[in-house]
C-alpha cells in the first residue's frame, strides 16, 4: 500500500508547482520560447498569477515604463527643461562685440514634430533684438556641454545607430535629431536619387549605396559615427516610386542648432560676422544671459515617450536624470542613479540591469516581476500616479497597442505599453475593467514564430487570464 504521506506531498506538489492552465497553454502555444509573465493585484500586490516570473528577460520598450516613472518621481510632473540665450563680450552701438550662445540641456522637444514651441527660433531672434543687438561680431556657438559627447550608446547595435529611431543624444537636440531623405527610385536594380534632405545640412555627405528593388517597404539601413558628416545608406527600397522617405539621424545635432539660428538672425537683418560652432566641454567665459527657453512640463514629455514608444524623448529625459544630480548627463550615472531610487523604495534591483533609457539594447534585464512592483508602487504610493496613468494608451484605441485587444471586453480597459524587436513581444500595466484591478507584465523572449502569432497568443493569455479569476 503507498504511503499516505507520499500521497499527501505528491497533491501539495501539484497545487503548488505545476502551471495552471492559462499558464501551461501561453507557453504551448509558444513552443520553444522563454515566457515570463505576473499579474498582481494594483492596491494590496497580490499575486494573482505568475509563470517564471523571477527570471530575467529582455524588454525592449516596456524600459520606458522605468525610465518615465523615474523622471516622474526624481524630477517631479510639471518640471521643464530650459535652453538658455547667453552673451559673452560687450553690446554697444548695437553691435555685440562677442558670441552668442545657445546653452542647452537636453531637451528633446526644441522643433519636434510632437509637441513644444514650434516658432522658438522666431522668439529666440525677437530676445536678440530686444536685447539692443543688430550685429554680432563673434561666433554663434551651440553649447551641449550639458551631456557627454557620447552620442550613440555605447550598448546599441551598428546595425540600430544612425537610424531614425537611434539617433544620438545629445545637450542639444533639434527636429528629433530626425533627418528625411527622399529619394525617386526607377527599375530595379537601379541606384536611388536623392532630390531632398530635411532639414537642409550643408556639411552633411551622404554614401548612397541603396537599390531599388520590388519590395513595398522599407529596408533602408543608415550607417555613421557620432558627430560624423558622412553617412552611408545600405539596403533596398521600392522600385518605381516618386517619392520614397528614409529616415535616418541628424550627425550633428548642436552643429546644425547653431546653422538655422544664425540663419534665422540673418534673415532678420541681424549681421553675424562669424561662423556656427558647437561645443560639448563646459567653458569658463563668463556669459550673460538673455532668454530662457522652456520645454513643455515633463508629464507631457512622456506621454510622447509612452505613446509613441518615442526613443528620442526616452534618451534625453534618462540622460538629464543624471544632469539634474550630477552636472553632466551621462549613461552611467542615470543607470546608477534609478537603480539607486528603486532600492531606496525597498524593491529588489538584484534582477535589474538598465543600459539606456528606451530599451533599444538588448542588454537591458530585469524581471517580470520587479517591473509589476514599480507598476504597483506608482499606483499606489507615488504623488504622480494620475501622470503616469495618463501617460500610458489605451488598448484597442492608441499609440502603439491601438490593435491588440481591439473589438473584444478588454477594449479601453488596459492600458499598457508594448515593447518590440526581433524575437521579442512584451506588454507591461494595468487592467481596470470594472471588475478586476489588476498589474501584469508579460514577456515572450526568442520565439520563432510569426509576431502576429505570438501577439495573439498573449491576447487570448489576457482574456483568459481576467476571465479566470472572476
Same mark, same amino acid.
Given at each position: 500500500?503507498?504511503?499516505?504521506?507520499?500521497?499527501?506531498?505528491?497533491?501539495?506538489?501539484?497545487?503548488?508547482?505545476?502551471?495552471?492552465?492559462?499558464?501551461?497553454?501561453?507557453?504551448?502555444?509558444?513552443?520553444?520560447?522563454?515566457?515570463?509573465?505576473?499579474?498582481?493585484?494594483?492596491?494590496?500586490?497580490?499575486?494573482?498569477?505568475?509563470?517564471?516570473?523571477?527570471?530575467?528577460?529582455?524588454?525592449?520598450?516596456?524600459?520606458?515604463?522605468?525610465?518615465?516613472?523615474?523622471?516622474?518621481?526624481?524630477?517631479?510632473?510639471?518640471?521643464?527643461?530650459?535652453?538658455?540665450?547667453?552673451?559673452?563680450?560687450?553690446?554697444?552701438?548695437?553691435?555685440?562685440?562677442?558670441?552668442?550662445?545657445?546653452?542647452?540641456?537636453?531637451?528633446?522637444?526644441?522643433?519636434?514634430?510632437?509637441?513644444?514651441?514650434?516658432?522658438?527660433?522666431?522668439?529666440?531672434?525677437?530676445?536678440?533684438?530686444?536685447?539692443?543687438?543688430?550685429?554680432?561680431?563673434?561666433?554663434?556657438?551651440?553649447?551641449?556641454?550639458?551631456?557627454?559627447?557620447?552620442?550613440?550608446?555605447?550598448?546599441?547595435?551598428?546595425?540600430?545607430?544612425?537610424?531614425?529611431?537611434?539617433?544620438?543624444?545629445?545637450?542639444?537636440?533639434?527636429?528629433?535629431?530626425?533627418?528625411?531623405?527622399?529619394?525617386?527610385?526607377?527599375?530595379?536594380?537601379?541606384?536611388?536619387?536623392?532630390?531632398?534632405?530635411?532639414?537642409?545640412?550643408?556639411?552633411?555627405?551622404?554614401?548612397?549605396?541603396?537599390?531599388?528593388?520590388?519590395?513595398?517597404?522599407?529596408?533602408?539601413?543608415?550607417?555613421?559615427?557620432?558627430?560624423?558628416?558622412?553617412?552611408?545608406?545600405?539596403?533596398?527600397?521600392? +522600385?518605381?516610386? $516618386? %517619392?520614397? =522617405?528614409?529616415?535616418? !539621424?541628424?550627425?550633428?545635432?548642436?552643429?546644425?542648432?547653431?546653422?538655422?539660428? #544664425?540663419?534665422?538672425?540673418?534673415?532678420?537683418?541681424?549681421?553675424?560676422?562669424?561662423?556656427?560652432?558647437?561645443?560639448?566641454?563646459?567653458?569658463?567665459?563668463?556669459?550673460?544671459?538673455?532668454?530662457?527657453?522652456?520645454?513643455?512640463?515633463?508629464?507631457?514629455?512622456?506621454?510622447?515617450?509612452?505613446?509613441?514608444?518615442?526613443?528620442?524623448?526616452?534618451?534625453?529625459?534618462?540622460?538629464?536624470? +543624471?544632469?539634474? $544630480? %550630477?552636472? =553632466?548627463?551621462?549613461? !552611467?550615472?542615470?543607470?546608477?542613479?534609478?537603480?539607486?531610487?528603486?532600492?531606496? #523604495?525597498?524593491?529588489?534591483?538584484?534582477?535589474?540591469?538598465?543600459?539606456?533609457?528606451?530599451?533599444?539594447?538588448?542588454?537591458?534585464?530585469?524581471?517580470?516581476?520587479?517591473?509589476?512592483?514599480?507598476?504597483?508602487?506608482?499606483?499606489?504610493?507615488?504623488?504622480?500616479?494620475?501622470?503616469?496613468?495618463?501617460?500610458?494608451?489605451?488598448?484597442?484605441?492608441?499609440?502603439?497597442?491601438?490593435?491588440?485587444?481591439?473589438?473584444?471586453?478588454?477594449?479601453?480597459?488596459?492600458?499598457?505599453?508594448?515593447?518590440?524587436?526581433?524575437?521579442?513581444?512584451?506588454?507591461?500595466?494595468?487592467?481596470?475593467?470594472?471588475?478586476?484591478?489588476?498589474?501584469?507584465?508579460?514577456?515572450?523572449?526568442?520565439?520563432?514564430?510569426?509576431?502576429?502569432?505570438?501577439?495573439?497568443?498573449?491576447?487570448?493569455?489576457?482574456?483568459?487570464?481576467?476571465?479566470?479569476?472572476?
Amino acid at each position: 500500500m503507498v504511503n499516505m504521506r507520499y500521497i499527501l506531498i505528491f497533491c501539495f506538489s501539484l497545487i503548488f508547482f505545476l502551471p495552471s492552465k492559462g499558464q501551461a497553454t501561453l507557453q504551448q502555444k509558444l513552443n520553444g520560447a522563454m515566457v515570463s509573465f505576473a499579474i498582481n493585484d494594483a492596491i494590496t500586490g497580490e499575486r494573482i498569477t505568475h509563470y517564471q516570473s523571477e527570471v530575467a528577460i529582455t524588454p525592449a520598450s516596456i524600459t520606458k515604463l522605468i525610465t518615465t516613472a523615474s523622471a516622474l518621481e526624481i524630477l517631479g510632473a510639471d518640471y521643464r527643461f530650459r535652453t538658455y540665450i547667453e552673451y559673452d563680450g560687450t553690446i554697444q552701438d548695437s553691435i555685440l562685440n562677442g558670441n552668442l550662445y545657445i546653452r542647452g540641456t537636453g531637451d528633446p522637444t526644441l522643433g519636434s514634430d510632437f509637441i513644444g514651441d514650434r516658432n522658438f527660433m522666431q522668439t529666440w531672434t525677437e530676445a536678440v533684438r530686444r536685447a539692443g543687438i543688430a550685429k554680432v561680431t563673434g561666433n554663434i556657438v551651440a553649447d551641449a556641454s550639458a551631456y557627454d559627447d557620447e552620442g550613440f550608446n555605447p550598448r546599441w547595435t551598428w546595425l540600430d545607430v544612425a537610424n531614425y529611431y537611434a539617433s544620438g543624444i545629445y545637450g542639444i537636440s533639434i527636429n528629433d535629431n530626425t533627418l528625411y531623405l527622399s529619394f525617386q527610385t526607377d527599375a530595379v536594380g537601379t541606384t536611388p536619387v536623392l532630390f531632398k534632405i530635411k532639414p537642409e545640412n550643408p556639411n552633411l555627405i551622404i554614401n548612397n549605396q541603396l537599390r531599388a528593388s520590388k519590395i513595398d517597404y522599407d529596408s533602408a539601413y543608415i550607417y555613421g559615427a557620432p558627430l560624423c558628416n558622412t553617412r552611408i545608406l545600405r539596403g533596398a527600397i521600392p +522600385a518605381y516610386r $516618386k %517619392t520614397f =522617405v528614409v529616415r535616418g !539621424d541628424i550627425p550633428n545635432p548642436p552643429q546644425l542648432l547653431a546653422q538655422q539660428f #544664425k540663419q534665422a538672425l540673418e534673415e532678420n537683418n541681424i549681421t553675424v560676422s562669424g561662423h556656427e560652432t558647437a561645443i560639448f566641454t563646459v567653458s569658463t567665459t563668463s556669459r550673460k544671459q538673455l532668454y530662457i527657453h522652456t520645454s513643455p512640463a515633463l508629464k507631457e514629455m512622456i506621454k510622447i515617450v509612452n505613446f509613441q514608444s518615442n526613443n528620442h524623448y526616452a534618451e534625453h529625459i534618462f540622460k538629464h536624470i +543624471a544632469f539634474v $544630480k %550630477t552636472g =553632466v548627463g551621462t549613461n !552611467d550615472s542615470a543607470k546608477r542613479i534609478i537603480k539607486s531610487f528603486w532600492e531606496q #523604495k525597498g524593491i529588489d534591483v538584484s534582477s535589474f540591469m538598465q543600459q539606456d533609457g528606451s530599451g533599444l539594447s538588448r542588454e537591458n534585464t530585469f524581471t517580470v516581476k520587479f517591473l509589476n512592483e514599480i507598476l504597483l508602487y506608482m499606483n499606489t504610493k507615488s504623488r504622480y500616479s494620475e501622470d503616469f496613468l495618463a501617460s500610458l494608451p489605451q488598448a484597442g484605441k492608441d499609440g502603439t497597442v491601438r490593435n491588440i485587444l481591439k473589438n473584444t471586453r478588454l477594449q479601453g480597459c488596459v492600458q499598457l505599453k508594448s515593447g518590440s524587436m526581433s524575437h521579442i513581444q512584451c506588454y507591461s500595466g494595468y487592467i481596470n475593467d470594472g471588475k478586476h484591478h489588476y498589474i501584469f507584465t508579460v514577456a515572450v523572449n526568442n520565439f520563432s514564430q510569426p509576431r502576429s502569432v505570438v501577439i495573439k497568443a498573449i491576447q487570448q493569455w489576457l482574456l483568459d487570464s481576467v476571465t479566470t479569476t472572476e
